[in-house]
């Protein structure tokens, strides 16, 4: 951890130094290109994106310290080192979506968000591009005031502000390639006990970003692997990844309060990549999200009742993807 900061936070912070040493040539520059390139502005919009990333970056390396400084002086409980981190989490995911939002002139479309205030429920989310790891923070954490959890893949430690703002939280770092799963398993499991009603836990039961590649990778696996429950899902959804079950299941198995919320949305396909951004894939586009809240008497207990809930509730949100995706 030590080694990988101090690779991490002298690159950000050098990278945020030249991002502002150099406005004054990348912003003709990036003008320029965009009055010669054919299509929409991208080139201004892209840089400028990327100089706001790196200033929420260095400005939450800078609040992380005062945090840490403000723990030692006024010696403060647990309790309110925690919120404190929550909201600092939840900040500066909404500044980057918010930011995402006015540059790229995105539009957003929200269904069933009243209920998100009242916790604890488990947030299962569809997870498309870079983009909606945002959702989030802006939608729910932020707005709502809830105290998110988080279960990611471990290589978002090399963000600093990820890591160190992260790893002060109850959030679960996982390696999606491990030789131990069922450890990961188990950690995932325990990030779900004593939950409280400001309290919520997020996971992509996906594991991934969807692309064509990766569902037919999948397909692949789960037909070597001769699952027909799970390989009949993949073969229903066209916009989805199947479900990994390691994890949501250990979160609904750790907790019998919470409810659950199903987040599928759409607009970011087509934009997980660089290249689709920089080809205007981003630009003027309508992000539509739907909440959906499901009691926790709705959920079966049965481990194989609850998988095949699960795998239903996905193709769900395959097919509200479908009637909803604009091309």
Known sequence: MRARR??????????????????ALW?????????????????????????????????????????????????VDEAAWQNAHFRLQAGWGASLFGATRHLFGLELALEGDAALGRGPYLLLMRHASTGDTLLASALVARPHGMRLRYVL?????????????????????VERFSDDSAREV???????????????VLIYPEGSRFSVAKRLRALERLERAGNAQQLACARACTHVLPPRLGGTLAL???TAEADVVVCAHTGFEGAASLG??????????????????????????????????LLDTWRGVDAWIDQHQVV
């Open 153 to 173: 893949k471990r290589e978002l430690l090399w963000d600093p502000c990820i890591d160190i703002v992260g790893q002060r939280l109850p959030n679960v770092f």
């Open 27 to 75: 912003l003709p520059l990036s003008v320029l290109v965009d009055v010669l390139r054919p299509g929409p502005a991208v080139a201004l919009r892209s840089a400028a994106l990327v100089c706001v990333y790196l200033s929420c970056e260095v400005i939450g390396l800078a609040a992380s310290a005062v945090l840490w400084g403000w723990r030692r002086v006024a010696r």
């Open 276 to 309: 689709q951004i920089w080809r205007g894939a981003l630009v003027h586009r309508t992000i539509r999200v739907q909440f959906r809240r499901i009691a926790r008497r709705e959920i079966p207990v049965a481990r194989e009742a609850r998988i095949a809930w």
């Open 252 to 254: 609904l198995d750790a």
């Open 6 to 23: 101090l690779l991490s936070v002298p690159a950000y912070l050098l990278a945020w130094g030249l991002c502002l040493a150099t406005a």
């Open 186 to 200: 188990q950690r995932v499991h325990a990030l779900a006990r004593g939950l409280g009603p400001r309290d919520a």
